[in-house]
DNA sequence: CGCGTCGTTGACACGGCTCAAGCTTAGTGG
DNA sequence: CCACTAAGCTTGAGCCGTGTCAACGACGCG
């Protein structure tokens, strides 16, 4: 069956509507919106939706997949070498934009769903934003410009961490970025988020082994810094942990 | 005095509107431009242009700088950590675009030269594409969204570098990467170009050490994979480093 | 000629990896 | 309801890649 930590609300699921939320939120926030973009962005959500089980793949390495948006649920983009080994390169949350409007270049990573996933067709939102408009033009032009930037504001943050954080510091770091972004999509509340994944995943994003993001995690419990047990996480020293991670919160959009 | 491995033409320099070449190429092979576009981008090259020495900034942390194109020298994006360990997020070549047109976020990272760089106003460029009409109606427009995602493919190699390989895999990848972008930009053979990169700054590319650094390049030297002398690579054997690096080309446009 | 930057080398320490085993939990079928 | 199983988590021992510290050499510039 399905992981019960997706939906830590309860069995009964969200209610109707609220499918719609996270990517109105986060989108919301990058640009204000017109009333009629955030019902083109509902519209776009309520439309059918792609469902994926935990370990789909939502798309292949070099594919140039259409423009979706993550409605529920976490996936990644995923690298492998030759030999088998993985890096993840990014998650991708609630909220997030997958592909991009042609024309694109073929994705050098793969996309892959941690947990079930549900996808809305962006199709109509980047025609309204990028092809209709110069994207400088309509709120949602410029929320879909800053979402694409503050994309490549995480993978350079992700290369900082795995180039010169400890383990800690990575876990530390990561783990901060998770929590605003989930806030942003209303997914998390100032110290505690549901953390959907295995500590396998977490090395694969983290660059570590298995072994040493299991020590790591106890030594930052040991700490006092967090609590991690099913799922859950619990900042439980906020102003410590940024420390650690050297943090600074992800910038919102700047004229 | 300069580095005069900058320009190993000789010391007379380049031809006068030589300048536009690397931008010019690079640009064209992203997407087919108009005569009208290449002259805009020759006009771009020839404007006023912004000097700097090595070890020049060229914007802070936090800035959000007007676009220019670098049309001669190297730089990079540098991030410090607080305790001053500094990791390179990414390279800058000639022919590649720095800053974003409005609306954008404050740059996680510093840029700096690594030698003496000239920057042309891109403005008029961005303009041009972005602004006056959607990205994906002039060539223009599909050059420079191209470059962007482009350089979001660097981002995720390099990602995959830190995260996952040795370091003598990650030497032997990124110099697979600067060489054909160095080509791509008319400034490489197939086996040899112009390094002027110090020890450390690759050390901080790579996140490694100096020494660790200095050990990889003399292994790979040993090995009869690469020479490294003077500021000049020569690869010796192209398939073994790819096969070590695991490296596939950088990909171009496709709609 | 002296100084600074960069490259090189050696000795040693340590963070993180590998291998291997045991444990816990949740799902599955009888 | 209870084995049985598989996946994930935990722990220990030992090794190896890479970092640190320190010194020296090579080169170029003033």
New interface residues.
């Given amino acids: 069956m399905l992981p019960v930590r997706l939906h830590p609300g309860g069995s009964e699921g969200p209610p109707p509507g609220a499918e719609a939320q996270p990517l109105q939120r986060r989108l919301g926030r990058l640009?204000s919106l017109s009333p009629a973009e955030m019902a083109m962005i509902a519209e776009a959500c309520r439309g059918p939706l792609r469902e994926l089980p935990a370990r789909g793949e939502i798309h292949p390495e070099g594919a140039?997949p259409p423009p979706a948006a993550l409605v529920s649920g976490w996936a990644c983009?995923i690298?492998m070498?030759?030999d088998g080994?993985?890096?993840i390169?990014a998650f991708l949350l609630p909220g997030d934009l997958i592909g991009?409007?042609?024309?694109?270049?073929?994705a050098?990573?793969a996309a892959l769903a941690l947990t079930r996933v549900l996808l809305a067709d962006a199709q109509p939102l980047f025609a309204a934003g990028?092809?209709?408009?110069?994207?400088?033009q309509t709120g949602l032009g410029?929320a879909l410009?800053?979402a694409e930037?503050?994309?490549?504001?995480l993978?350079?943050?992700?290369?900082?961490r795995?180039?010169?954080?400890t383990a800690y510091e990575r876990l530390a770091s990561l783990l901060l970025e998770l929590r605003q972004r989930l806030e942003t999509a209303g997914l998390a509340q100032q110290r505690g988020f549901a953390l959907p994944l295995t500590q396998e995943v977490l090395a694969d994003a983290?660059?570590l082994s298995v072994v040493h993001v299991n020590r790591t995690v106890q030594q930052m419990r040991r700490d006092r810094l967090i609590e991690l047990r099913g799922g859950q996480v619990i900042i439980l020293q906020p102003e410590a942990l940024r420390s650690v991670a050297?943090w600074q919160d992800i910038?919102?959009?700047?004229?």
Avoid: I, K, N
Avoid at 149 to 153: A, R, T
Avoid at 162 to 165: A, D, E, P, Y
């Fill in positions: 640009a140039c983009r690298r070498l030759a080994r993985r890096q390169v991009r409007p042609p024309p694109c270049l073929p050098p990573c990028f092809t209709e408009h110069p994207p400088t410029r410009r800053a930037l503050q994309e490549e504001v993978l350079r943050d992700q290369v900082v795995l180039g010169r954080q983290l660059g050297d910038p919102g959009l700047r004229d």
